[in-house]
Nanobody, 123 residues
């Protein structure tokens, strides 16, 4: 199973970006998908997740109301729409696949990782 992220870039504070994660080698509807991020010198942290059916989502408190996770199982793709971006959102963003929505926020429960995409928010 391979996860490939895209959509990162440089944006000004208050701007928006949409990240995409395409899953290869498996049907997307088998997995809960999460997004994590890692800023320089910091540990990787959970950002958002969506259940296999798409019916449930879960967010880091600091991104609630600004970020939206969604999925299109027909396209084997998960999206992370990021609005009202702040400089503290700057990080490498990683897509991750797991089994249970309530568990994927813990790194040890991630089955597969993408390679990451850089998001930089300037002030």
């Amino acid at each position: 199973v391979q996860l490939v992220e895209s959509g990162g870039g440089l944006v000004q504070s208050g701007g928006s970006l949409r990240l995409s994660c395409v899953v290869f080698g498996a049907s997307l509807d088998l997995y809960t998908i999460g997004w994590f991020r890692q800023a320089p010198g910091k540990e990787r942290e959970f950002v958002a997740a969506i259940s296999a059916s798409g019916g449930s989502t879960y967010y880091l408190d600091s991104v609630k109301g600004r970020f939206t996770i969604s999925r299109d199982n027909a396209k084997n793709t998960v999206y992370l729409q990021m609005n009202s971006l702040k400089p503290e959102d700057t990080a490498v963003y990683y897509c991750a696949a797991g089994v249970r929505l309530e568990r994927i926020k813990y790194i040890r429960n991630v089955l597969y990782w993408g390679q990451g995409t850089q998001v930089t928010v300037s002030s």
